[in-house]
């Protein structure tokens, strides 16, 4: 029950956890898109010898009427490119991905082409999306439903210091607080998280 929780108070949102976890040695952290990426990660849990294996998932339901699919192993480390584009790069994980997806459709139809990566695991990185990230674009965007000190963002500004890149990175997350309770919508858009704040920033970066 990972990320804004809605109503039930302020201490019980699942914010910290990608931060917390990420430094732990040997630790596998995965974040399903969908329902089928959910099937697809926990059978891939069951199926490598990772050590421990962290699939985070949130709260409420999904947007997959059909939620059965094959049992298909996930490459462990590996994202998947959900939409093409020249301009600008956006890297999300988990679930908040459906909500970018809605924005880059609409960038699109406003003259800005967005590609947008699926990252699926927050350790390890997809090195290979990174590399050609940080090779074709100059601005990118990282987009988490988890504190923004120390997540993906975080990796992800790690990765391209590492390797020499510099675009212009924008992190999008939970701010550095304590979030109030309310409706997972009401949180999304008072955090700046929902599809109207992505666009924005897609459009402002």
Same mark, same amino acid.
Request: charged share 20%; glycine share 10%.
């Given at each position: 029950?990972?990320?804004?929780?809605?109503?039930?108070?302020?201490?019980?949102?699942?914010?910290?956890?990608?931060?917390?976890?990420?430094?732990?040695?040997?630790?596998?952290?995965?974040?399903?898109?969908?329902?089928?990426?959910?099937?697809?990660?926990?059978?891939?849990?069951?199926?490598? #010898?990772?050590?421990?294996?962290?699939?985070?998932?949130?709260?409420?339901?999904?947007?997959?009427?059909?939620?059965?699919?094959?049992?298909?192993?996930?490459?462990?480390?590996?994202?998947?490119?959900?939409?093409?584009?020249?301009?600008?790069?956006l890297?999300?994980?988990?679930?908040?991905?459906?909500?970018?997806?809605?924005?880059?459709?609409?960038?699109?139809?406003?003259?800005?082409?967005?590609?947008?990566? #699926?990252?699926?695991?927050?350790k390890?990185?997809?090195?290979?999306?990174?590399?050609?990230?940080?090779?074709?674009?100059?601005?990118?965007?990282?987009?988490?439903?988890?504190?923004?000190?120390?997540?993906?963002?975080?990796?992800?500004?790690?990765?391209?210091?590492?390797?020499?890149?510099?675009?212009?990175?924008?992190?999008?997350?939970?701010?550095?607080?304590?979030? /109030?309770?309310?409706?997972?919508?009401?949180l999304?858009?008072?955090?700046?998280l #929902?599809?109207?704040?992505?666009? /924005?920033?897609?459009?402002?970066?």
């Open positions: 029950r990972a990320g804004l929780v809605g109503e039930d108070g302020p201490t019980h949102h699942g914010a910290f956890d990608l931060a917390f976890l990420r430094p732990i040695p040997n630790l596998t952290i995965a974040a399903p898109y969908d329902e089928h990426e959910l099937r697809r990660l926990m059978f891939t849990a069951q199926q490598t #010898d990772m050590g421990p294996f962290v699939i985070r998932y949130p709260r409420g339901r999904g947007r997959v009427a059909d939620w059965k699919c094959p049992l298909e192993l996930i490459p462990v480390g590996t994202g998947r490119p959900l939409h093409e584009g020249t301009d600008i790069a890297l999300s994980l988990g679930a908040i991905g459906n909500l970018a997806a809605d924005a880059v459709a609409e960038a699109e139809q406003r003259g800005i082409s967005v590609a947008h990566y #699926d990252m699926r695991f927050l390890p990185l997809d090195a290979s999306i990174l590399h050609t990230v940080g090779q074709r674009f100059k601005k990118v965007i990282t987009l988490e439903n988890g504190v923004v000190s120390g997540g993906l963002g975080s990796a992800v500004l790690e990765f391209f210091a590492d390797h020499g890149y510099a675009p212009k990175v924008v992190r999008m997350g939970l701010p550095d607080a304590f979030v /109030e309770h309310g409706t997972v919508p009401e999304l858009r008072i955090c700046h #929902d599809t109207p704040s992505i666009l /924005e920033t897609i459009e402002n970066i």
